[in-house]
């Protein structure tokens, strides 16, 4: 699903990621890496795949897309330090040719120096470039000239078909000054979100993207 933002065109993917095609650049946000380690030690069920799941959808993005920058919108990693962030580590060092930066988030509670060793550049705040904004906490009113591109609150959507059925899905929100993120980890839950004005919502399921009219 490509929309088109500021004159730049953005293409909205089925792995919960946006890539910006002017600048070959994926947009990332709440892979919350750690959290699945931390809940099996805690002797919380999570299937053991999981962690495969989102370096799985890491590496289908890099491949299909040839990004050649990634920008991380916050809460990368979610807890204190585990063995995750080894395998994270790992699979940067395997994609040492991609740029990488990383907008701080709430849950990014790890030593700045790790990322840094890992070559990922740190933004405490705000990233800026051109026209366009890149931070962790949605923006409650506008920027001046700016569109925001932020995470954090990791949007869910409810569909409904006949009878009672429903279904809650990730999501993607766009609105005149600001879009949304889906979290790109698994297990991380979800805010339900509804549609205003001037706004668009589309839901994206395992393989494809839709746009909720």
């Known amino acids: 699903m490509q929309i088109e933002i500021r004159g730049e065109h953005f293409i909205l ?47 289908e993005l890099v491949q299909n897309t040839g990004a050649t920058r990634i920008i991380f919108l916050g809460d990368l990693f979610h807890n204190q330090y585990n063995a995750e962030w080894e ?11 991609i740029e990488m930066l990383i907008v701080i988030g709430n849950h990014d509670i790890l030593p700045v120096s790790l990322f840094l060793e890992a070559d990922i550049a740190v933004h405490l705040n705000d990233y800026e470039e051109g026209d366009f904004v890149f931070t ?14 932020a995470g954090h609150v990791h949007p869910v959507f409810t569909t409904y078909g006949k009878g009672r059925q429903s ?26 979100m509804d549609l205003t004005k001037n706004r668009k919502i589309y839901i994206t399921t395992d393989t494809k993207v839709f746009s909720v009219c």
């Open 13 to 59: 993917l089925s792995q919960k990621a946006i890539f910006w095609e002017e600048t070959q650049t994926l947009l990332i946000g709440d892979l919350h890496l750690g959290k699945i380690t931390h809940f099996r030690k805690e002797g919380i069920a999570v299937p053991p795949n999981a962690i495969d799941n989102n370096f799985k959808r890491l590496n």
């Open 167 to 192: 279904v809650r899905l990730p999501c993607f929100v766009v609105d005149n000054h600001q879009a949304i993120l889906p979290s790109f980890g698994v297990f991380t839950g979800g805010f339900q």
């Open 136 to 149: 962790h906490h949605p923006k409650v009113d506008a920027i001046e000239n700016k569109f925001v591109f």
């Open 87 to 97: 395998l994270f580590h790992d699979w940067r060092m395997q994609h040492h040719y």
